[in-house]
Each structure stands twice: as C-alpha cells, then as structure tokens.
Nanobody, 121 residues
C-alpha cells in the first residue's frame, strides 16, 4: 500500500516561495513508469494540476505556472518537493501530492490527504 504525506508551512507571505514536501512510503519514487504530481484546489474552485516529476527525474509543469514552479526529489529520503515562487493570495489552496501511472498520467491511484496553504501577510 503506497502512502503519500504532504508537509510544509500552512502560511506563506505574499512574494515569498511556497515549499512543500511529499514523503512516500510503501513504494519507491524511482519505480519504473510512475509519475509523482502536485495538484491544488483553491477554495470554491476545481482541482488544478501543477506539475510532476517522473520515476527517472524528468519534470513537466502546467504552462500557467511553469515560470514559478520547480519540482525536485530526494531519492535517499523517498521524497519529492514543490517550490512555487512569488506567491500571491490566489495561490491559497489545498495542495495534494499524488501518484499516477505513466501511461495515463491524469489517472491518480494514490493521493496524500492534502495540506492547506494560505498566502497572507
């Protein structure tokens, strides 16, 4: 059973960088043919895919967020990390990490419970 757990600060000031970590247990983030995504849901809105890092360490980002987003990983800790720079109150959301198979990258089979991030001064 794969488990994902998000962690990071719940409050970030405008213009700062949001940094969240997803710790994975029950499976390796280097296992072939799986992608590891960050997804968010702002209050009252639908889910928004932010980006992913693949089993080989390649990355892909949403075009609308690409200029501010970086996803990296620490294979020794079985973790992957989201950094979103220059945040504004519009980045307030529940942030989730999730896994999907490479052949259907939008079909997530495991999710973290989500973590609330509020951008406010």
């Amino acid at each position: 059973q794969v488990q994902l757990q998000e962690s990071g600060p719940g409050l970030v000031k405008p213009s700062q960088t949001l940094s969240l970590t997803c710790t994975v247990s029950g499976g390796s983030i280097t296992t072939n043919n799986y992608y590891w995504s960050w997804i968010r849901q702002p209050p009252g809105k639908g889910q928004e895919w932010i980006g992913y890092i693949t089993y080989s360490g390649s990355t892909n980002y949403s075009p609308s967020l690409k200029s501010r987003t970086s996803i990296s990983r620490d294979t020794s800790k079985n973790q992957f990390t989201l950094q979103l720079s220059s945040v504004t109150p519009e980045d307030t959301a529940v942030y989730y990490c999730a896994r999907s198979p490479a052949w259907v990258a939008t079909m997530y089979d495991y999710w973290g419970q989500g973590t609330q991030v509020t951008v406010s001064s």
